[in-house]
């Protein structure tokens, strides 16, 4: 459905698809944006990237409803990272909107125009500048010192990197001059010079370690090192072309106020000039261009910003963005070299996907050998709306191949060259079983990627499911985390889920003891090995989930331990299953069926469960894990309780029962319990310390309960 559509235009949608399609939007914004602005990894390219966020502010836009306080429309970038004190920046850092064309360069100045009722022939001037690729920085100055150093964040609150910025030569910690403002938040981007950066990767490859992979990350990551000492070792540069507070203006324009910014002991960037036209803004923009391979520093575009400043406070601002300034971006930059092989990479969610193997090439001072190939269909020519790309031509080994560094960051392959295609050329048949297990590996109803079904055995994601398998929701198995796990893997202690419970065994009988090693004594493994066999007896739906089976939560999976009561029973039920064919009016046998129709559970869910137990890998690696544990059946559920069929949302601190018991308590007594309030909510059950979830009740009127009140209801007294 949520495929269905991405393939609908904005005036296609009904309210309902515009909702879906918006909250899918949402959440594919935030992990970017996370992953962006906290991590310095981007994980699309620019031009895909504002391709999202053009459709979500569409759909806003045709249904005004959907736009919130909350909406992303209205913030910028992620929540500052862990790791660093949170500063509330005075003034909003905000965001701009792109121009991809020089027709919304035209658009942006027309809106100007309109906006501030101004005629043809009124002069209009820009402060036109190159748009540096690093990261945003906003540096606080009283009576002439420097005070507080803060990232972007999320436009409304950054990361406090003082400390680190204080060993920036470029950064002055006195400013110059006399007659200072008495506040000063002056802003630019902190960036890391090419030169630089490849002597840095020298450096690295010397050494044996890993290679960054361009300017900007290395930059951000330089600078939101924990020791300042490693911040300090890094070739670190910031331009200043902007401020915040300011107790008052020194200058009436942007230049004038950039040109101050110079004299006052930062460095500016004296490739920016006053432009006052579209078409001198058009010639800058192509003048950059041409340079920008010569440049020192890496630059994604140029930004213009109305030079008077008087007429940019009466614009103001539009949501995240400013209305008096736009960025133009430039295209991706271009290069021509050969497939020479394509390698499928298995994920640790068991994702397999295609990696082009290139003959090297340069492409904007990079060089490049590996691009991404995303999925089978992009092989194939078809794009991820079903729509033909690149005219539908695919992509075979050998063939002459257009790369594209999307946004300066993930290379890619945007076209074929057919006239130079070799005869030899054949299409490429992806896999259908997995390269690191020999797992079938299949495609999901709607969706592009092809995924790995053993997960159980799979070395690409045995990790990651044993991390999930002792996860809280599953065993949770007290001692053996995260790290635990990646160690015990590595040492090939536990490389399944039963490996967990044949441990203390395996111990006893090793010369090497466990608690000889680092960081472990006799009393943390005999704590280790005590809560391993605590979880020998586990509830059915927590077995399942542990699983780890693709679309099975904690809710999916109790709704099959209730419905189908044992392991074998599931199993049994899922191998007797046979799917529709797709030919009109097969509904599948009894067991599909039966399966599909399980309340909650739908055709996707089914799809997942039968292909997980249809893996004789898993099969054979659930067989050992049920030898070591006894599993319980669910609890009885009762329909004739007050709460049956009723919503409810617990909240505030539960001061007679754990969050956990609460929740078990009502799913016992027939209820659902939601995460959050909305209109369908029944009873929000509230302790202590109750916030906003208590607020979208009394605006639903959904009915409060203390836990007393809870207890009085359900008859638990």
Known sequence: MAARDAKLTVDEMTPRQAKREHARLEAEIKQHDEAYYQKDAPSVSDAEYDALRRRYEA???????????????????????????????????????????????????????????????????????????????????EDGELVTAATRGDGAEGEDVTANIRTLKEVPAKLKGRGLPAVCEIRGEIYMTKADFLDLNRKQAEAGKQLYVNPRNTAAGSLRQIDPSVTASRPLHFFAYS?????????????????????????????????????????????????????????????????????????????????????????AERATTVLRDIEIQVGRTGALTPVAKLEPVTVGGVVVQNASLHNEDYIKGIGNDGNPIRGGNDIRIGDTVTIQRAGDVIPQIVDVVLEKRPKSAKPYPFPDKCPACGSHAVRGEDEAVRRCTGGLVCPAQQVERLRHFVSRGAFDIEGLGEKQ????????????????????????????????????????????????DARRSISLDRAIYGLGIR???????????????????????????????????????????????????GSVVAEAVVEFFKEPRNIEALGALLKEIEIQPMEAVKNDTPVAGKTVVFTGALEKMTRDEAKAMAERLGAKVAGSVSKKTDYLVAGPGAGSKLAEAKKHGVQTLTEDEWFDLVGAR
Do not use: C
């Open 59 to 141: 759909i806003e836009a045709s249904f005004p409803d959907l736009k919130t306080l909350d909406s992303l429309s209205r913030k910028v970038g992620a929540a500052p990272a862990r790791g660093f004190a949170k500063v509330r920046h005075a003034v909003p850092m905000l965001s701009l909107q792109n121009a991809f064309d020089p027709q919304e360069v035209q658009d942006f100045v027309d809106r100007i125009r309109r906006f501030l009722n101004l005629k043809e022939d009124e002069p209009l001037s820009f402060m036109a500048e190159p748009k540096i690729d690093g990261l945003s920085m906003s540096l606080r100055y």
């Open 243 to 331: 401020w915040g507070e300011i107790a008052g203006k020194p200058a009436p324009t942007q230049s004038g106020m950039v040109e101050w910014l110079g004299k006052i002991g930062f460095e500016i960037n004296r490739l920016s000039k006053v432009v006052r036209s579209v078409d001198e803004m058009l010639k800058f923009h192509a003048s950059i261009g041409e340079r920008r391979a010569k440049l020192g520093y890496d630059i994604d575009g140029v930004v213009y910003k109305l030079d008077r400043l008087d007429w940019q406070e009466r614009l103001g601002f539009v949501s995240r963005s400013p209305r008096w300034a736009i960025a133009h971006k430039f295209a």
């Open 485 to 532: 796990v990646q160690a015990f893997f590595g040492e090939g202690l536990i490389m399944s889920p039963a490996d967990i419970f044949t441990l203390r065994a395996r111990d006893a009988r090793s010369a090497k003891k466990l608690a000889d090693r680092e960081g472990y004594g006799e009393t943390s493994v005999r704590n280790l090995f005590d809560a391993i």
């Open 551 to 601: 679309h099975i939560g904690e809710t999916n999976a109790r709704l099959l331990a209730r419905h189908y009561g044992t392991m074998e029973a599931l199993q049994q039920a899922a191998g007797a299953v046979v799917p529709p064919s797709g030919e009109k009016g097969d509904k599948g046998n009894d067991a599909w069926q039966e399966l599909n129709a399980t309340d909650g559970v």
